[in-house]
């Protein structure tokens, strides 16, 4: 999971998910590695379009090694830190 888009494709398709009432899995068993660019593309830009409470509520994550939650906190983080400075 490495590009920004990949990351916007896959977000393009997760985006309908999230209006549902179910919550979704973000699975990333087997992944190893995944890039700031990746993360902010597929995962963090979502906070343009609703709050991080939301987003926690709809969504978990399962499988993520250190290296790959660290890079999604990151970009969470920043994309937070971004839009709150606005």
Request: proline fraction near 3%; charge should be positive; aromatic fraction near 4%.
């Amino acid at each position: 999971m490495g590009t920004r888009l990949l990351g916007a494709k896959i977000r393009a398709d997760l985006r309908p998910l999230l209006d549902g009432d179910e919550k979704v899995v973000l699975d990333f068993s087997g992944i190893d590695t995944v890039t700031n660019s990746f993360a902010d593309e597929c995962i963090a830009k979502l906070l343009l379009e609703m709050p991080l409470t939301d987003l926690k509520a709809k969504t978990t994550f399962k499988g993520l090694t250190p290296m790959t939650e660290r890079s999604i906190l990151s970009a969470l983080k920043r994309r937070q830190m971004q839009i709150q400075s606005k």
